[in-house]
């Protein structure tokens, strides 16, 4: 039984007894049936709000996943969602880099392992972008002892 039919059993109920009721006391059990009738129309509307408004953002939802992967595709970002908590844990440790694309002068930025790979694509216009390694602005890495993993990436290509 849902609340609706709640109340029309409640008010059978009431018309069926043998209640002897006064003016007084049967003005009053209308006025409670009036208003519980009404809190449970009320209370039905606002389910089904409710359940509408779910059906709505659960929509929006997967729409703005879909935006999400469109853009990952336009910008040629790949879906890895297994090492999520991986990938959150080496970007705190990874240095990000802001580049200005020569091609078409837009800005985006990359980590160091990106540059030190050394195939680094404009995410605006797809120019390959190719860097000098000792450029680096954390330090030359000239020095074996170095701890930053940078001079194992040196190509003496000068």
């Keep these: 039984m ?5 109340v029309g ?3 059978g109920l009431v018309e069926a007894s043998d209640l002897s009721l006064g003016d007084k006391e049967k003005k009053i059990f209308d006025a409670l049936l009036e208003l519980v ?3 449970a129309h009320t209370l039905k509307e606002c389910d089904e709000d409710i359940t509408s408004l779910y059906d709505d953002l659960d929509a929006m939802d997967e729409h703005i996943a879909d935006i999400d992967d469109d853009l990952d595709t336009l910008f040629g970002v790949e879906e890895d969602d297994d090492d999520d908590d991986e990938d959150e844990e080496e970007d705190d440790e990874d240095y990000l880099y802001d580049i200005e694309c020569p091609s078409c002068g837009k800005e985006f930025s990359v980590d160091e392992d990106t540059i030190f790979n050394g195939d680094v694509k404009c ?3 797809g120019e390959k972008i190719e860097f ?3 450029d680096c602005e954390d330090c030359d890495c ?3 002892d170095c701890d930053c993993g940078h001079h194992h990436h040196h190509h003496d290509e000068d």
């Design 142 to 144: 000239e020095d074996e």
């Design 132 to 134: 000098d390694i000792q």
């Design 9 to 11: 059993f409640l008010k």
């Design 123 to 125: 995410p605006f216009c």
């Design 37 to 39: 009738d009404d809190m």
């Design 2 to 6: 849902d609340i609706l039919e709640k």
